[in-house]
């Protein structure tokens, strides 16, 4: 389990892609690093909201499924 200090004081990337504002802009996930090795995501419109937490090889997954463009009929 993740304690609260460590998700307030993680240091939180948000994509480039998340544009800045306006009808659907400003919407993106952010990620962090923490000091367990596991890596949480929120959603950037609410930072106080729940936090998803993976392991570094779950996420190396869901990086290589986006690479290879295995979810791109989701969006």
Do not use: Q, Y
Request: hydrophobic residues 35%; contains cysteine; charged residues 20%.
């Amino acid at each position: 389990m993740t304690d609260h200090d460590s998700l307030t004081r993680a240091a939180w990337r948000k994509s480039s892609f998340s544009g800045s504002g306006g009808p659907g802009g400003g919407n993106c996930v952010e990620v962090a690093a923490l000091p367990d090795g596991r890596i949480a995501v929120r959603n950037s419109t609410d930072p106080h909201g729940p936090v998803a937490l993976f392991g570094r090889a779950e996420m190396g997954a869901w990086v290589r499924g986006c690479r290879a463009g295995e979810f791109d009929g989701l969006a």
